[in-house]
Nanobody, 127 residues
């Protein structure tokens, strides 16, 4: 079992920046691929970014490419999402997710392929 806890969400003005963190605890000795998703009111949960266990492979949704950066520090069992040039349409609850992968270069982009989820952190971007 892995427990994930997100933090860093807050209200920010458009054009501003935030850094979200996702701290993992429990059975973290395996090679977990991780990702960020978000869900706005009345919308389905959508993919934002994903990173391999090695950190060498990342992938982004087109809507955040060039503005968001995903990273991880395995020694601290923590993943990050640096969000720059925020827009009102980035407003959502942001969730981190993890799945055990034997291939340390795997990235996972679909919600149903993840089996561990955090509780979410609210990001609100005001115009």
């Amino acid at each position: 079992q892995v427990q994930l806890v997100e933090s860093g969400g807050q209200v920010v003005q458009a054009g501003g920046s935030l850094r979200l963190s996702c701290a993992a605890s429990g059975h973290t000795f395996g090679s977990y691929a991780m990702g960020w998703f978000r869900q706005a009111p009345g919308k389905e949960r959508e993919f934002v970014a994903a990173i391999s266990y090695s950190g060498g492979k990342t992938i982004y949704a087109d809507s955040v490419k060039g503005r968001f950066t995903i990273s991880r520090d395995n020694a601290k069992s923590t993943m990050y999402l640096q969000m720059n040039a925020l827009k009102p349409e980035d407003t959502a609850v942001y969730y981190c997710a993890a799945v055990l992968k034997w291939d340390t270069t795997s990235v996972v982009v679909t919600t149903h392929d993840y089996n561990y989820w955090g509780q979410g952190t609210q990001v609100t971007v005001s115009s």
